[in-house]
């Protein structure tokens, strides 16, 4: 039975009535097994991985019918609808990924009006009224579904290289354009950019050439075009296929390798981090123009995050007994490596410095002086270091999130910093002075928190480990445990949950009288590299232990009870939901899972999921398998089981997360399901892993969210998108 507070089944019969989902399009189970370290393992669903198989075409197409004949029909749903993109386009355009280049600063410009983000230049102050349009995606692709990866401009600020994708697949292409004219100069390269590896681009100083990265593509066999990423040389005007390598086979890249190339502080030279797929393993180089890439630190070295200075020094974070990190000083002639260096920055015990990579740089040289972004739980913290040592704090809000700092000449610094209830804005900090100042480059919004109430709190995990969330709640919240209440979480890679601009999804939540939950979980990197590592391979299992305690504080607390518990999770978040599911299915009364995760023992068939192995674990490992197998939601679902509502979510050009995983697991419940709750599933043919998605495709999915958790907690979509 729909699980919903009685006193809500009287006032709303015909709402439940009218988003009833006709019944699933069973998919007939078949008899597959694999048998690994003498453990046979069923595998119903395994012809659901096969997504070009007419059969699975129309059983996915069937599922996304009905999935849609549920959610077009919830009450209030247009009304949510205009709302949300009401509030999305009010919104004022934002900046980010600053880049000071000649006379100009770059930035990447969102205008929520447009499909896609467009790439801009300002002047050397960064003031936005001196905008000028770069390229704009939306003018080069109409349907709004060509995307820019990343940019880099040239030193001199004349010309920009573009990484150019389509429909969400990150797989990228390399233009360079004339930043004056517009016009592209030389031919495009292919094969630069994909997931989860991604790739990236460093200039040399005087802007004749750079190093990027690059796929082998149609140089391999299919199964290894997106691994054995290498770096490579390029002079304007040349093929590209006679580029020269400069890292890769010579070196014995691994063949999960994902290099991140950086010379921000504009020396002549450039670093190359190279990390053992998604684990948090590093390697790193240094590339000189006419030499032979120099190693500097090995992945036994435990560095994490490098930094070049203009002056040719190198700075890294070690990890190496120092799980919340220090900053090592290397100066050329680099003897010994970066693990050699002295001790710049000494380890603090509350403060971890944020590792490096895709989603952070914590390391920002500038003007002799270094800043160091940490974290403390969640919040950031922002430290401004001088060449002899001496440090002093960046006055940053409480419990705010830095989500990006970027070098500016005279040696000042741009940085991005938010909180739950004030949107991002960029402050302007001085070295010489130590003081920040507020710019132009902020973001308004029509969205206010002024009343709502932010509360931090501690889940006891199963093994007695205290587990940080954030409550956000209207502040006539009561305690008597019925408030229908949406729990995030995450739990991975290292990737901090931190405070950042609750925005549209959280209003419209709390308009209808919901409590908005945040977690703070193991397996991300909020108290350093222990945080991380107690939650990956083996010790996954803590994850969804704490997920679950902080579902049961925020019961016990009678912030609400399980019938008005939702839970919200995407990719390895969505393994989260899998978990919850499988490990807890009378938790929550709705889940939603975003691109998840759910066939652990599969996962590293897929390009994707191979670089996952250093985070997971591989089946090849008998003590991996034992706890990959211990949890992975796929064969966990139990027959005749009461199951809770869930709505899967997935993307046909999902490079990170295959969209087998969905299927496979909507499947698998749908068969086993014992209880009344729907379970659906949504396949988007014009997004991926849901970055570079369209506008519209972005309102599209969470309107469907949002009305499939309004439905089942049996919340009015029309007082969401009224405000009252």
Not at 344 to 370: K, R
Not at 498 to 517: D, E, H, M, T
Not at 602 to 616: K, P
Not at 689 to 717: K, N, P, T, W
Request: proline share 7%; net charge negative.
């Amino acid at each position: 039975m729909t699980r919903l507070d009685p006193r809500l089944l009287v006032a709303l019969p015909l709402l439940l009535a009218a988003a009833a989902p006709p019944p699933a399009s069973v998919f007939p189970p078949g008899n597959v097994t694999t048998t690994y370290h003498g453990v046979t393992v069923a595998d119903p669903y395994r012809a659901l991985e096969n997504g070009a198989n007419p059969q699975v075409i129309a059983w996915s197409e069937a599922e996304n019918d009905r999935a849609h004949a549920y959610l077009d029909e919830v009450p209030g749903r247009s009304e949510l609808a205009s709302a949300l993109r009401a509030m999305v386009t009010a919104t004022s355009p934002a900046y980010d990924t600053l880049q000071a280049a000649g006379p100009f600063v770059f930035a990447r410009y969102h205008d929520p009006k447009f499909q896609q983000t467009m790439l801009v230049r300002m002047d050397a102050t960064a003031n936005p009224a001196t905008r000028a349009m770069v390229l704009d995606p939306n003018t080069l692709d109409k349907s709004g579904h060509t995307e820019i990866d990343w940019y880099v401009a040239s030193p001199d600020g004349r010309k920009v290289a573009v990484s150019l994708s389509r429909d969400g697949s990150e797989d990228g292409t390399l233009h360079v354009y004339d930043v004056t004219t517009g016009a592209e100069i030389g031919a495009p390269i292919a094969n630069v950019q994909y997931p989860t590896a991604g790739g990236s681009l460093a200039w040399l100083p005087d802007g004749s050439a750079f190093w990027y990265t690059r796929y082998p593509g149609a140089s391999m066999p299919p199964a290894d075009q997106h691994f054995y990423q290498a770096v490579y040389l390029h002079k304007l005007g040349t093929d590209a296929a006679a580029d020269p390598e400069i890292l890769g086979k010579a070196q014995s890249l691994p063949r999960t390798g994902e290099i991140f190339l950086d010379n921000r502080d504009g020396a002549n030279a450039a670093l190359a981090a190279v990390q053992l797929g998604d684990g948090g393993q590093w390697q790193d180089y240094l590339l000189r123009p006419g030499q032979p890439a120099l190693k500097l630190a090995d992945y036994a070295d435990q560095i994490d995050a490098v930094a070049l200075a203009h002056d040719g020094t190198v700075y890294g974070v070690s990890r190496r007994n120092a799980p919340m990190g220090r900053v090592l000083k290397l100066a050329p002639p680099y003897t010994g490596g970066i693990a050699a260096g002295k001790i710049f920055v000494p380890e603090n015990p509350s403060v971890a410095i944020v590792a490096g990579g895709e989603f952070s740089q914590p390391l920002t040289p500038l003007g002799g002086h270094l800043l160091v972004l940490g974290v403390a739980g969640g919040p950031n913290v922002l430290a401004d270091y001088a060449a002899n040592g001496t440090a002093r704090q960046v006055k940053l809000p409480d419990v705010a999130s830095v989500t990006e700092v970027d070098a500016m000449p005279r040696g000042e610094a741009l940085y991005q910093v938010a909180t739950y209830t004030r949107p991002p804005e960029f402050q302007r900090y001085a070295t010489r002075t130590g003081q920040s100042t507020p710019t132009d480059l902020r973001e308004t919004s029509p969205i206010s928190f002024a009343d709502a109430k932010v509360t931090r709190a501690f889940a006891r995990s199963k093994d007695g480990t205290m587990i940080p969330m954030t409550i956000i709640a209207p502040d006539s919240l009561r305690n008597d445990g019925t408030n229908p209440t949406l729990m995030y979480g995450y739990g991975g890679f290292g990737i901090s949950t931190s405070p950042g601009f609750l925005g549209p999804i959280a209003r419209l939540w709390l308009n209808a009288g919901g409590v908005y939950v945040l977690t703070n979980i193991r397996g991300g990197g909020e108290y350093g590299t222990t945080w991380h590592q107690q939650g990956m391979l083996t010790r996954k299992q803590n994850v969804f232990d704490d997920f679950d305690a902080c579902g049961q504080y925020l019961i016990a607390h009678h912030i609400t009870d399980h019938a008005h518990l939702a839970l919200l999770g995407g990719s390895n978040g969505g393994l989260l939901m899998g978990a919850m599911i499988t490990q807890h299915p009378h938790l929550a009364h709705a889940v939603v899972s975003l691109v998840g995760i759910y066939d652990m023992l599969r996962l590293e068939q897929d390009a994707n999921g191979a670089f996952n192995v250093t985070e997971y674990g591989t089946v090849n490992n008998a003590a991996d398998f034992k706890a990959l197998y211990a949890y992975s939601p796929y064969y966990h679902v139990v027959k005749a089981t009461d199951y809770p509502a869930v709505l899967m979510m997935t993307g046909a050009h999902d490079g990170r997360v295959n969209p087998m995983q969905s299927r496979k697991f909507t499947a698998a419940l749908q068969a086993a399901n014992a209880s009344s709750n729907p379970i659906l599933l949504t396949v988007s043919q014009t997004s991926g892993h849901g970055i570079g998605s369209s506008l519209d495709d972005r309102i599209g999915q969470q309107v469907d969210y949002l009305a499939f958790l309004f439905q089942e907690l049996g919340m009015s979509a029309e007082r969401a998108a009224r405000g009252s």
